[in-house]
């Protein structure tokens, strides 16, 4: 099986989730997210693929997230449309790292969920 996995390079996670698939012998076409930015449409297809809520999506812990004062527009009720716009405008507000792979989508490193969709 070989998944699309989108990172920031200096992000420690992602070097960490980077080391995980290696040592596991995941193959992996390596993305960068602010080099080649996630596009709205897929934002969109990997949120359906998930399940999961699009807040997770978003980099919580990101500078550019609190300058943007994400939090609060989410809490007044942004569509997912306008959030995958949003996200679509500059990778640093996208959580990574993340794994696209037939059928399903990782978003952050969580070895357990990694266990149960890769090996």
């Known amino acids: 099986m070989s998944v699309m996995f989108i ?3 200096k992000c420690s996670t992602c070097k960490k989730a ?14 960068h997210i602010v080099e080649d930015n996630p596009t709205a449409a897929e ?4 949120h359906a ?7 997770r ?10 300058e ?3 939090k609060a527009k989410l809490d007044v009720g942004m569509s997912d449309e306008e959030c995958f716009e949003l ?8 959580k990574r790292p993340l794994v696209v792979g037939d059928g399903f989508v990782l978003v952050g490193f969580k070895e357990a969920e990694w266990e149960a969709a890769l090996l």
């Open 49 to 55: 693929k998930s399940g999961l809520p699009v807040r």
């Open 18 to 31: 980077k080391k995980w698939l290696d040592d596991h012998g995941v193959e992996y076409v390596d993305r």
């Open 57 to 66: 999506f978003f980099n919580t812990s990101g500078m550019k997230y609190r």
């Open 87 to 94: 996200l679509a405008t500059d990778g640093m507000l996208v």
């Open 43 to 46: 934002l969109s297809e990997w």
């Open 68 to 70: 943007l004062g994400i």
């Open 7 to 9: 990172e920031y390079p």
